[in-house]
């Protein structure tokens, strides 16, 4: 029963994606992002181009699916996808052109790297990306598409892995359990001992400027 409910769930997340998958000379790929929020780190996109068959059970939202289980999922995602990317841009360039089009950049250097003719995406929200593929927005699209879902599992396993290593480096700040997210315990840190080279500049200007 359990299997059969997993099954369901998985064919109405690819529906969209069938809707791509069924076209003749259609290629599709999913996009998404992970980290434009965090106080630290680089904001990381994945891009991958899943095949329609086998879809992968528990794939899904990546925010969705406890660490364990993204792990495990990250390695089978690369193991079935045709092709998977991703692609970081860093704090540094981050404060330099702003959040937004950080992120954009980091969507084109992914969709870059492609080697398979991608001739339709489907993204996560985001609109007016410079790549050489139809652009699909969808709104929460990581809850609504297969394609997404397998592209922000890949960008947040590896975004997570980074931060724990981080945490390893400045173990003051919590890195490891809020991945440069804005928790208590790291508001706290970067007010005790100022902030570390991985920390976004641009978004605690406001912390300094109001002592």
């Known amino acids: 029963m359990a299997k059969m409910r997993e ?39 994945g891009c991958v181009v899943m095949p329609p068959e086998p879809l992968l059970e528990y794939v899904n939202d990546s925010k969705k699916v406890t660490e364990k289980r993204r792990e495990a999922l990250y390695d089978r995602i690369l193991e079935t996808a045709i092709e998977a990317h991703t692609a970081w841009v860093w704090p540094d360039v981050i404060d330099e052109i702003n959040i937004l089009e950080a992120t954009k950049k980091a969507f084109a250097e992914a969709f870059g790297k492609m080697k398979t003719p991608v001739t339709d995406v489907l993204i996560d929200a985001l609109t007016g990306l410079a790549i050489s593929a139809r652009q699909h927005p969808l709104i929460h699209g990581d809850a609504l598409s297969y394609s997404i879902a397998a ?50 500049r641009s978004f605690l200007k406001k912390l300094y400027e109001n002592g």
């Open 151 to 200: 592209a922000s599992i890949v960008a947040k396993v590896e975004r997570d892995r980074y931060m724990i290593e981080q945490d390893k480096l400045y173990p003051a700040y919590g890195f490891a359990r809020n991945k440069g997210y804005g928790t208590k315990e790291h508001m706290e840190a970067i007010r005790a001992y100022g902030m570390t080279p991985i920390h976004r």
């Open 7 to 45: 099954q369901e769930r998985l064919l109405a997340l690819s529906e969209r994606d069938r809707a791509f998958w069924t076209q003749d000379g259609v290629i599709l790929a999913g996009m998404d992002e992970v980290g434009r929020g965090p106080l630290a780190g680089p904001v990381v996109v």
